[in-house]
């Protein structure tokens, strides 16, 4: 391992970062392309995609230029699938030609309005008239029919073919059909006067809802307060002069500490004083207060009163007129059921009647069934008539129409593009991240060194044979510079001296390495080798 004073790494360049991803996306791109374009081949033929010519295409960033293949599909069928392809056109090209000629046939069907009184075919063999005018003039007999009857048909009194449901006026005048019967008598819808519902009961007066002056005897208050204050204040006055003049004749000047307290204490008695007329005051406008709430709570205790005594008075009158009611009641009740009763006599009379009747409605009913069902029948042969012509057009139609050649969907393939700015930017980042490590090696390598140095200002020559010492460990390695300027790596160790009972490690160089690269750093004496610690970190830092 080598801890070298190198330069930083360089920053990748964007644009050419961004060129270099914009390329493999373009090369991806193309080669997803190669790859979902599947030929296909089937028993009914082929699907071909080739390469027909370039697109080129200009990156707008970096103004690279990219050639992109455009693709051609191309299908083609079996020999025997394009013979029953032809065959199947030539097939449609009839059904649309047929349905074409059609179409113009039934103009005059689709021009006349729909008469669903006329029966067509049974119109013409009543009316052999009209079927000879229409072969006479190249007409279609079955319109020419339907057009006749509107015009002439109804106006000459001509039957149109189509049965007659009846009349079903007739149904609803049976002769001889009871339609009322004779009432059980009248019904009691009233049970007479019972006596009125007393829904009121009088007003117990007003409820008391408050009580005292807007003001809750406050002017009260302040007139007691006011009266208290008026008394005290002269007295108040002649106190404070009767204490002045009291210290005045002490020799105590105003002023003084004497004087302040002295008249402190006749303020805090002054002000006592007032406290309590004010007390006084509250005190009467709470007497005042209570003496309002009692009258207030007497007014509506009386009105309770006489509310209950009220509400007693009609609930007994409600009972009274209750019991009158109820005794009403039944007696209609009584009446009421002698009235059903014969209303139900003369019911069962009046069904007996009718049930008769039922029956020959019943009979009728069939009659006008049996000419409804013949009528609907004309009317749907005329409806077959007029559509046929239609579904034949719309069958031929369908059977004409151009259908496309079916083919697999082929599965996709997708190559992932590859992140060439993300592995680049990565490269980057591991280059500084080793770079900096390098760096916080070599300064701890040198810082080492350098405590050395920082001792040699003691002894300038320190003892660095690699025969005095052991436990010798290889660290790193640093480059140095002799007198000639050449670097050279310079070996960096950790050791302990033989001749140290503690073995504590040190950090260095071996002299016979700094005697290799700068002899003048080296001294011997008595057959031991020791190093300059000043000169050996000027030839560091000289090769840094």
């Known amino acids: 391992m080598s801890f070298l004073f190198g330069d930083q790494p360089t920053p990748p360049n964007p644009y050419q970062t961004a060129a270099a991803q914009t390329g493999t996306n373009v090369a991806t791109g193309v080669a997803n392309s190669f790859l979902n374009n599947v030929n296909q081949n089937t028993p009914d033929g082929s699907l071909r995609y080739?390469?027909?010519?370039?697109?080129?295409?200009?990156?707008?960033?970096?103004?690279?230029?990219?050639?992109?293949?455009?693709?051609?599909?191309?299908?083609?069928?079996?020999?025997?699938?394009?013979?029953?392809?032809s065959q199947t056109d030539a097939a449609k090209m009839n059904l649309a030609g047929l349905a074409n000629s059609q179409s113009a046939s039934i103009s005059n069907l689709l021009g006349s309005a729909f008469n669903p009184n006329v029966n067509a075919q049974q119109y013409l063999q009543s009316n052999p008239d009209v079927l000879a005018y229409a072969q006479?003039?190249?007409?279609?007999?079955?319109?020419?029919?339907?057009?006749?009857?509107?015009?002439?048909?109804?106006?000459?009194?001509?039957?149109?073919?189509?049965?007659?449901?009846?009349?079903?006026?007739?149904?609803?005048?049976?002769?001889?059909?009871?339609?009322?019967?004779?009432?059980?008598?009248?019904?009691?819808?009233?049970?007479?006067?019972?006596?009125?519902?007393?829904?009121?009961?009088?007003?117990?007066?007003?409820?008391?809802?408050?009580?005292?002056?807007?003001?809750?005897?406050?002017?009260?208050?302040?007139?007691?307060?006011?009266?208290?204050?008026?008394?005290?204040?002269?007295?108040?006055?002649?106190?404070?002069?009767?204490?002045?003049q009291q210290l005045a004749d002490q020799g105590i000047r105003y002023g003084s500490q004497a004087y302040t307290s002295a008249m402190d204490n006749y303020n805090r008695q002054a002000n006592d004083a007032r406290y309590g007329a004010i007390a006084q005051g509250g005190q009467e406008q709470q007497r005042m207060n209570d003496m309002a709430a009692k009258l207030a709570g007497f007014q509506n205790a009386a009105q309770q009163q006489a509310y209950t005594q009220a509400q007693g008075r009609g609930e007994f009158a409600n009972q009274a007129q209750a019991q009158n009611y109820n005794q009403a009641l039944g007696a209609g009740t009584f009446a009421n059921a002698a009235q059903g009763q014969q209303y139900g006599q003369n019911a069962g009379m009046a069904s007996f009647a009718n049930a008769g009747?039922?029956?020959?409605?019943?009979?009728?009913?069939?009659?006008?069934?049996?000419?409804?069902?013949?009528?609907?029948?004309?009317?749907?042969?005329?409806?077959?008539?007029?559509?046929?012509?239609?579904?034949?057009?719309?069958?031929?139609?369908?059977?004409?129409?151009?259908?496309?050649?079916?083919?697999?969907?082929?599965?996709?393939?997708?190559?992932?593009?590859?992140?060439?700015?993300?592995?680049?930017?990565?490269?980057?980042?591991?280059?500084?991240?080793?770079?900096?490590?390098?760096?916080?090696?070599?300064?701890?390598?040198?810082?080492?060194?350098?405590?050395?140095?920082?001792?040699?200002?003691?002894?300038?020559?320190?003892?660095?044979?690699?025969?005095?010492?052991?436990?010798?460990?290889?660290?790193?390695?640093?480059?140095?510079?002799?007198?000639?300027?050449?670097?050279?790596?310079?070996?960096?160790?950790?050791?302990?001296?033989?001749?140290?009972?503690?073995?504590?490690?040190?950090?260095?160089?071996?002299?016979?390495?700094?005697?290799r690269i700068e002899p003048k750093a080296v001294q011997e004496r008595e057959g031991r080798k020791y190093i300059n610690p000043r000169r050996v970190m000027g030839s560091i830092l000289r090769a840094a």
């Open 136 to 244: 006479q003039h190249g007409l279609d007999p079955t319109q020419f029919a339907a057009q006749h009857y509107s015009q002439f048909g109804i106006g000459e009194g001509r039957s149109g073919g189509v049965p007659s449901g009846g009349n079903a006026q007739n149904l609803a005048n049976i002769p001889g059909a009871q339609t009322s019967y004779a009432s059980g008598g009248p019904i009691q819808s009233s049970l007479g006067n019972y006596g009125q519902q007393q829904s009121t009961f009088g007003d117990a007066g007003d409820i008391t809802r408050s009580y005292g002056p807007s003001d809750n005897f406050s002017a009260d208050r302040q007139r007691v307060e006011d009266s208290l204050m008026a008394r005290m204040n002269p007295q108040l006055q002649q106190e404070q002069q009767r204490v002045q």
């Open 357 to 515: 009747l039922a029956q020959q409605l019943a009979q009728q009913q069939s009659i006008f069934n049996a000419q409804n069902a013949q009528r609907n029948q004309s009317m749907q042969e005329q409806y077959a008539q007029r559509n046929q012509p239609l579904n034949e057009i719309s069958a031929l139609m369908a059977g004409s129409q151009v259908q496309s050649p079916n083919w697999l969907n082929s599965p996709t393939s997708q190559i992932a593009t590859t992140d060439v700015g993300g592995l680049i930017n990565t490269n980057f980042n591991q280059q500084m991240q080793n770079y900096q490590q390098q760096s916080a090696n070599t300064n701890n390598l040198i810082g080492g060194i350098l405590g050395l140095g920082a001792g040699a200002l003691r002894n300038p020559a320190l003892l660095s044979d690699r025969r005095e010492k052991k436990n010798i460990d290889r660290m790193g390695t640093v480059f140095a510079a002799g007198d000639d300027g050449e670097k050279q790596e310079l070996p960096i160790y950790q050791y302990s001296y033989k001749n140290d009972p503690a073995s504590t490690r040190h950090v260095g160089p071996m002299a016979q390495d700094v005697e």
């Open 50 to 85: 080739d390469v027909t010519g370039n697109y080129g295409w200009t990156d707008p960033s970096t103004g690279q230029t990219y050639q992109l293949p455009t693709f051609t599909s191309t299908q083609s069928l079996s020999p025997q699938s394009q013979a029953i392809k």
